[in-house]
């Protein structure tokens, strides 16, 4: 049997490993646009800040000899023909497959692409980016940089330059920094607190209308209320849109069925898989590692062995890069809320029929696997949940265990 | 495979579980030099809890869910041992583990270990270098009242499974005389502090 991935990124990566592992002998061949061995897009940004590169090959550098992987790299594929089971590519190869595994993920969205023709104008998405910024800093002495686009990928950059030393503004059009991840009085927060502690500046109700360039290279971008900043450069990264075109002729992504399958023959996974959420039941694109690695597990144990099903994604998630400032959430922000608020952290609950409907934990992690359990299993805890979020030792757990939730007469 | 288990109400909340676990962790290998150093990291802690107390770290969980959800390749488990392993020279200090552990067992912190100018995260190893040449865990070998017990999983679950739920929770030869005194002046104490009996 020969397998082809399309994408060689972390599902993709997964996917491979877990067939090798669990004795797959046919022939893999892996597609990607880009020329590196399966790399980790959480890390990347880390060797922006620094560190180095090799720590990216999250499951090593020699990933594609490891696992005996044919690997045809920097042609992107821009077809599927699920009728002849073959792929095309942009450079005109064609690959035939058996089973095909198509994990694209996403690219970078752009309100005006023309503007990546303006030399230090960058995504903020792909290792290609994240080598392309770093050369451009260290050759040309960069010490200022504008960040357009607040959400997840733009403060994780505008948090590695900093990192790095540069002195930054982070423009977003909302009211508020990671304005998916919060709601409006937690994403107010998380900005006044990430503002504080960084001294980065945050321009927020604002956007860059345009650039200006000087020889090629740009010089300085103008903001919405009409005021202008001279600076070399500019990330760009106010959105993402899935991979999904070459399969699907849109960028709605791919729609999968429990077994991580697209059509007969097709699996797909990660940030370009519409899947269900496991506790809501939505369909969406839920992009974290965790969704994409159990996708690819599924859908490696369904060509192997015909049985197992996704168990649903969950939209989890949590910032804390660069900074010992962490922001954790997931669910959705309706119902009644429960918050606590202390110093640097701050938690919010929001409560349906007693369940924990969703949940922003900031400032610190430290009771939020605990909450993140009784989000998933469906308990009731509007009796406890506000002395579980002030809990000064975040022992609820414990007394749950051991039953000394109540009073100390109860015991005696 | 060998498990650390918890016999908590065996506990006397001496901390020498803390202590020892600094030690075998800090790359002085001593008490004076752990001693007030910032980097000094302990995986093990005792929490009290009114009357009760006992200690805490990672239960190696299989399947671990810190292990499923790191996506820097830091957290993996020794195949012989079974003890659950983050590597800090991989660790961004991401928190995707902590987000999802149930127990709170990993915490961040600057450590000795931790090559780059940041907090990495740590946790538990099971002692593995000192498990993997015939020793037991440095909090283990430190208890003294038999509160922390190094045993085989599935021998020790199923040996208190099928005996009384008492055994089970207090493991297989029971309760000292004096530890149950112990227990008995300090919940009193404990209720009479809070204004109880």
Redesign the interface.
Known sequence: MRVVTVGTGMAAAEFVQRLRLDGFDGEIVMCSDEDFAPYSPCVIPFYLAGEPLDTVYWKGKNFYDQYRVTARLGDPVVEVDAERNLVRTAAGRSETYDRLFYATGARSWYPRPDWLQTTGVFGFKTLTDMVAIDRYVRKQGITKAVVFGGGFIGVDAALALWHRGLEITLVHRNTRLLSQMTDEDGGQFATRKLAEKTGIKIRLKSTVEEITARNGQLASVRFSDGSTMETALLIVSIGVSPNSEPLRGDDKGVPSDPQMQAETGIYTAGDVAVTRHAVTGASGIYATYPNAMQQARTAARHLLHNDGAFSGSVNTNVLKKHIDFPIVSAGSFSGEAVTWQDGDIWRRVYLQDGKINGYIIIGDTRMSGYIYQLYLSRKRVDQTILKTLSAPQHDSYYRSMLGLGGSAMAMA | MKRIFVD?KKCLACKACETACAIEHHPGHSLLAALGDRKTQVNVRV??????A?P?SCRHCEPA?CL??C???AITRDPETGAVLLNP??C?????C???????A???KHTHRAP?D??VAYKCDLCNERIKEGGTPACVEACHSGALIYAEYDATRSSRAAKSLRTYLLGAEGMPPLLELFRELR?KE??RR?G??
């Open positions: 908590y929490l009290g809890i009114e009357h009760e006992f805490l869910e499923n959800a996506p820097s390749g020279a991989l961004k200090a991401c928190a995707m902590a987000m999802v552990c149930p127990f709170d990993i915490s961040f780059f940041r907090d919940r404990f209720a809070s109880g009996v």
